[in-house]
C-alpha cells in the first residue's frame, strides 16, 4: 500500500475510503464518476468550440468570395505578361502562412511541411512566417533561415490594410527579393484544404516579362504595381487561410464532440455496470448473513 | 497625361510607399461617409499585429503595429 502511494499520490488522495475496500483492478464507482464528469465537460466545451467556429466560417467564407477578386486581378496581370518561369538563381523569399490559434486540426503542419519541402529544395531561400503556431514548429530547424516573423494576426478577418502594412513591412525590413511566393492553406471546400503555393514577382521581372509591354503605362509605376500585387496576393493568403482554419477548427471540434460522445456512452455503460455489481455483492452478503441465522 | 506626371511623383518625393499613399487616399474617402455607414467601414482600416525581424537566427524584440493614428 505505501508503495503504491508513492508510485500513483494523486490517484491514491483522490480515492475515496471506500474504493480501497473493492478495489481488484477494477475502477471504483467513484473514479468511474469522476472522468464521466470531466469527459461531460470537455465535450461542452468542444461543441461550443464548433458552434463558435461555425459561425466564423460563415463570415470568413463570405470575405474569402470577395478576396478572390484581389487574387483574379493579381492572375490575370501575371498571365498576361508571361512571366518565363524561374531562373535557378533568383532570390526567393518564402511567406508562410497561419495563424496563432491552435485545436484546428493540421492546418498548421500542412503549411510547415510544405514550407520545410520549399526550403530543402531552394537552400539559398530565406522565411517570413506569419503565426506563432508555424513560427514555432519552423523553428525548431530553421531559425537561421527566419527574416522577420509576424504574429497576433488573424484571430478576426484580416484586413486589406493589414496586408497592405505587412506586404510594406516585408518590402521595407525583409530586404530585397526577386521573387516572393506565399505558402498558404487553400480553401477547397468545408472539409478539406491544401497547401498552395502563390507567387510574385518583382517589378525587374515585371518589366523584363514579354507581355507587359502590352500595358501602357509610365516607366516608375512598375515598382508600385509589384507592391500592390504583393499585398494584393498577401489579403487572398491571409484571408483564404484564415476560412481554412475556422473549417479546419470546425471539423476537429465536430470530431471531438463526437469521440467525447462516444467516451460518454462507454464510461456510463461500466459506471451503470459497476453500480449493478456492487448492489448485487451487497443482496448476497444480505441474504447470505440473514439464511446463517 | 500630363496632369498625373505632375502629380505621381508628389507622395514618391515624400518618401511614402504606393501602399501607403493609397491606404490614405482611401482613409480619406472613408471619412467622408455619413454615420451609419462611417462606422461600418471603419472595420476596413483596423490594422493590428506584431513584427519581429530576425539577424542571424536570433530574435532581437517585437514590435507592435496598429493602427497609426
Redesign the interface.
Known amino acids: 500500500m505505501l508503495a503504491r502511494s508513492a508510485v500513483r499520490p494523486v490517484l491514491m488522495a483522490a480515492r475515496p475510503v471506500v474504493g480501497a475496500q473493492q478495489k481488484n483492478g477494477m475502477a471504483t464507482l467513484k473514479e468511474i464518476e469522476q472522468r464521466l464528469k470531466s469527459v461531460k465537460n470537455i465535450e461542452k466545451i468542444t461543441k461550443s468550440m464548433k458552434v463558435v467556429a461555425s459561425t466564423k466560417l460563415t463570415r470568413a467564407e463570405k470575405a474569402m468570395r470577395q478576396a478572390k477578386k484581389y487574387g483574379a486581378a493579381n492572375e490575370e496581370l501575371f498571365k498576361n505578361s508571361e512571366i518565363g518561369s524561374d531562373n535557378g538563381d533568383a532570390k526567393v523569399l518564402y511567406v508562410a502562412i497561419s495563424s496563432d490559434r491552435g485545436l484546428c486540426g493540421g492546418i498548421h503542419s500542412s503549411v510547415t511541411k510544405a514550407t520545410l519541402r520549399a526550403l530543402n529544395a531552394n537552400p539559398e531561400a530565406r522565411v517570413a512566417v506569419l503565426g506563432d503556431k508555424p513560427k514555432a514548429q519552423l523553428a525548431r530547424s530553421r531559425t537561421d533561415d527566419f527574416v522577420i516573423t509576424f504574429n497576433q494576426i488573424g484571430r478576426d478577418i484580416p484586413t486589406f490594410a493589414e496586408a497592405a502594412a505587412i506586404a510594406d513591412e516585408i518590402k521595407t525590413k525583409g530586404g530585397e527579393w526577386d521573387v516572393v511566393k506565399i505558402i498558404y492553406n487553400k480553401y477547397i471546400s468545408a472539409i478539406s484544404y491544401e497547401p498552395t503555393e502563390l507567387v510574385v514577382t518583382n517589378a525587374k521581372s515585371l518589366n523584363e516579362a514579354a507581355g507587359f509591354k502590352a500595358y501602357e503605362q509610365e516607366e516608375d509605376s512598375t515598382g508600385d504595381i509589384a507592391e500592390f500585387s504583393l499585398a494584393n496576393a498577401l489579403y487572398l493568403a491571409l484571408v483564404e487561410g484564415h476560412a481554412a482554419e475556422q473549417s479546419a477548427r470546425r471539423t476537429a471540434m465536430d470530431n471531438a464532440s463526437g469521440n467525447a460522445a462516444d467516451m460518454i456512452g462507454k464510461l456510463n455503460l461500466q459506471f451503470n455496470r459497476a453500480r449493478q455489481g456492487k448492489i448485487t455483492g451487497e443482496l448476497i452478503e444480505i441474504i447470505t448473513g440473514a439464511s446463517a441465522l | 497625361m500630363s496632369a498625373?506626371?505632375a502629380a505621381?511623383p508628389f507622395w514618391?518625393a515624400a518618401g511614402m510607399?504606393?501602399?501607403?499613399y493609397?491606404?490614405m487616399c482611401a482613409d480619406m474617402v472613408r471619412s467622408c461617409l455619413k454615420e451609419p455607414y462611417k462606422s461600418e467601414a471603419a472595420?476596413?482600416?483596423?490594422?493590428?499585429?506584431?513584427?519581429?525581424?530576425?539577424v542571424?537566427?536570433?530574435?532581437p524584440k517585437?514590435t507592435?503595429?496598429e493602427?497609426d493614428k
Request: charged residues 35%; contains cysteine; aromatic residues 14%.
Open positions: 498625373t506626371k505621381a514618391r510607399t504606393y501602399i501607403g493609397s491606404k472595420e476596413f482600416e483596423k490594422v493590428h499585429f506584431s513584427r519581429a525581424k530576425w542571424d537566427g536570433k530574435q517585437t507592435i503595429c493602427d
